[in-house]
C-alpha cells in the first residue's frame, strides 16, 4: 500500500511558479513510477507528467512541455512538479498517482494509487 499526499498548491498570478510536492508513505517508494495529472472544473482528467521508477525517464503533456519539470527524490519518498510560466488554463485540481508499471504512464488506468489532490489556480 503506498499512501500519497499532495502539497503546495495555490493561488498564483500569470507568468508565477508553483512548487508541488507528493509525499508518500511506505519503504517502497522507488519502486514506483510517479506521475502528475489535474483537472479543471468541467473537463476530464488529464495527464500532465510522469517519471520512471529509476527516473531515468519523464514524460510530459505538449500543453507543459518545456514549462513543467517532474522530478523525484527517493531518500525523502517524495516525487515534485515545477511549475513555470505558469498561464490560466493551468488551473486545475492537480492529482500525483504511483504505478507499478513502467509502460503507458500517459494512462491514469495504469496508476494504483492517487492523492487526495490540490489546488492550483492561476489568475490573469
Known amino acids: 500500500q503506498v499512501q500519497l499526499v499532495e502539497s503546495g498548491g495555490g493561488l498564483v498570478q500569470a507568468g508565477g511558479s508553483l512548487r508541488l510536492s507528493c509525499a508518500a508513505s511506505g519503504r517502497t517508494f522507488s519502486s514506483y513510477a510517479m506521475g502528475w495529472f489535474r483537472q479543471a472544473p468541467g473537463k476530464e482528467r488529464e495527464f500532465v507528467a510522469a517519471?520512471?521508477?529509476?527516473?531515468?525517464?519523464?514524460y510530459y503533456a505538449d500543453s507543459v512541455k518545456g514549462r513543467f519539470t517532474i522530478s523525484r527524490d527517493d531518500a525523502k519518498n517524495t516525487a515534485y512538479l515545477q511549475m513555470n510560466s505558469l498561464k490560466p488554463e493551468d488551473t486545475a485540481i492537480y492529482y500525483c498517482?504511483?504505478?507499478?508499471?513502467?509502460?503507458?504512464?500517459?494512462?491514469?488506468?495504469?496508476?494504483?494509487?492517487w492523492g487526495q489532490g490540490t489546488q492550483v489556480t492561476v489568475s490573469s
Open positions: 517519471i520512471s521508477w529509476s527516473g531515468g525517464s519523464t
Open positions: 498517482a504511483a504505478s507499478s508499471r513502467s509502460t503507458n504512464l500517459r494512462a491514469d488506468t495504469q496508476y494504483h494509487y
